[in-house]
């Protein structure tokens, strides 16, 4: 339900080939197996741990698709920053959630900002690597998903330092991250291993397990696995 009386046009933010290519498509074709129509189960259980009673924090999104984990963020009384290049899935929250939003130009990222009336959910439409804590300061806590494990391998160095940089001495880090068999199946989305996490953040934060659970489902056992896990670990400075 956009607020603009004249619907712009549909564009796409120039970005890197296979990202833009391959999750334009799947979009596009509507193949988004990656997103749950249900508030994650983790988050909740765990939200007193991400929240660690403050109010009206910050909360970043990376990749947030059309996630139904930012209105439940929202609607909790906190201000949600996302980021997402699919223009298509914005305007899907947007209209899903029956949020009214203003889209604003944004040149800085090549792209645009999509806000809810109150402007307490801004979803950025740009390149992931675009986006720079100058846009959005004081990130209390970071919801991750279904980011980390659909970024290539190559780019995982220059994630990390991205998270790293948004994230001050109060940020509460929840990172979601898959383990199977990657022989079997290459990805997307992608095998992490608990070494790279070490390796990504053990050095200057503390990294708490909050739960390890088998989430195996048809389609895993399709793609010719057996087991498909999920892990949750906090991320918080030492």
């Known amino acids: 339900?956009?607020?603009?009386?004249?619907?712009?046009?549909?564009?796409?933010?120039?970005?890197?080939?296979?990202?833009?290519?391959?999750?334009?498509?799947?979009?596009?074709?509507?193949?988004?197996?990656?997103?749950?129509?249900?508030?994650?189960?983790?988050?909740?259980?765990?939200?007193?741990?991400?929240?660690?009673?403050?109010?009206?924090?910050?909360i970043f999104?990376?990749?947030?698709?059309?996630?139904?984990?930012?209105?439940?963020?929202?609607?909790?009384?906190?201000?949600?920053?996302?980021?997402?290049?699919?223009?298509?899935?914005?305007?899907e929250f947007f209209d899903e959630q029956g949020l009214e939003f203003i889209e604003e130009k944004n040149e800085r990222v090549k792209g645009a900002v999509f806000k809810s009336k109150d402007e307490k959910i801004r979803i950025y439409q740009c390149d992931i690597f675009s986006f720079n804590k100058e846009m959005e300061e004081d990130i209390g806590a970071i919801w991750d998903?279904?980011?980390f494990v659909a970024i290539n391998r190559e780019d995982r160095t220059k994630y990390v330092k991205l998270m790293k940089s948004l994230m001050t001495d109060e940020?509460?880090?929840?990172?979601?991250?898959?383990?199977?068999?990657?022989?079997i199946h290459p990805g997307p989305p992608q095998f992490v291993s608990e070494e790279v996490i070490q390796e990504s953040y053990g050095k200057e934060y503390e990294v708490k397990r909050l739960a390890y659970r088998d989430v195996l489902e048809d389609k895993h056992r399709a793609w010719g696995l057996s087991s498909f896990n999920e892990r949750l670990d906090c991320i918080s400075k030492k």
């Open 61 to 91: 999104v990376p990749l947030c698709g059309k996630s139904v984990d930012m209105k439940w963020l929202y609607d909790k009384g906190h201000t949600v920053i996302g980021v997402e290049f699919v223009e298509k899935a914005i305007r």
């Open 145 to 147: 998903r279904a980011s």
């Open 1 to 58: 339900m956009s607020l603009e009386t004249n619907e712009p046009e549909t564009k796409k933010v120039k970005c890197r080939d296979y990202y833009l290519d391959d999750w334009n498509e799947k979009w596009e074709k509507h193949e988004i197996g990656f997103h749950e129509s249900k508030v994650h189960e983790l988050l909740v259980k765990y939200s007193d741990k991400f929240f660690n009673g403050r109010d009206e924090i910050k």
């Open 171 to 183: 940020t509460v880090y929840f990172l979601a991250t898959l383990d199977f068999d990657e022989t």
